[in-house]
């Protein structure tokens, strides 16, 4: 799977071709940097790791009398990597919200039908995650376990409630 900075990088040059400057523009206007912190610094260093792994492919271009600069394209094997990352991401539950989150802003790469069908599978994992959850409460509540102990897995509970939510919103809009 990749990296959140390289599922962020190639969902971006996926929409279309970008240069780095316009990467970090995007970022900055998506107000990304708000909720995963992803500096300038790793945005180039990844744009180089994906230009190692042939899943970018770059071309120079000159426009007027600016210095040369290097637009980034999708490759096919950049883009089988992104769908395979994408459905990973989606299906899985990760404590990093960041992981569906990245995943989230570029979900429509898929057909409307493939997203529908990836995200009703999100909800039977995180509804499983739930049951495992309360059933595990309702034995911590009946032994002698200490509340803050329980009181850290409702936590838990909420987090996987809020991802439940935020899943069947997403579904709710693609209907």
């Known amino acids: 799977m990749l990296s959140k900075a390289a599922t962020m990088l190639l969902g971006l040059i996926n929409e279309n071709p970008l240069n780095a400057y316009e990467i970090t523009k995007k970022l900055q206007l998506m107000n990304v940097k708000q909720w995963y912190n992803i500096a300038d610094s790793t945005v180039y260093t990844t744009i180089r790791t994906l230009e190692k792994k042939e899943l970018i492919s770059g071309s120079v271009e000159k426009v007027g009398n600016m210095p040369d600069r290097t637009v980034y394209c999708i490759t096919e094997k950049g883009k089988a990597e992104l769908l395979n990352s994408l459905k990973k991401s ?72 809020a991802e439940i939510s935020g899943t069947q919103k997403l579904l709710d809009v693609m209907a």
């Open 90 to 161: 989606i299906l899985q539950f990760d404590y990093d919200m960041n992981v569906f989150s990245i995943a989230a802003f570029f979900i429509d790469v898929f057909t409307l039908e493939e997203s529908r069908e990836l995200l009703k599978k999100r909800l039977d994992i995180l509804n499983k995650y739930l049951n495992g959850i309360e059933h595990q409460i309702e034995e911590m509540e009946s032994s002698n376990i200490p509340k803050i102990t329980v009181a850290n897995v409702q936590r838990i509970q909420d987090i996987v409630i």
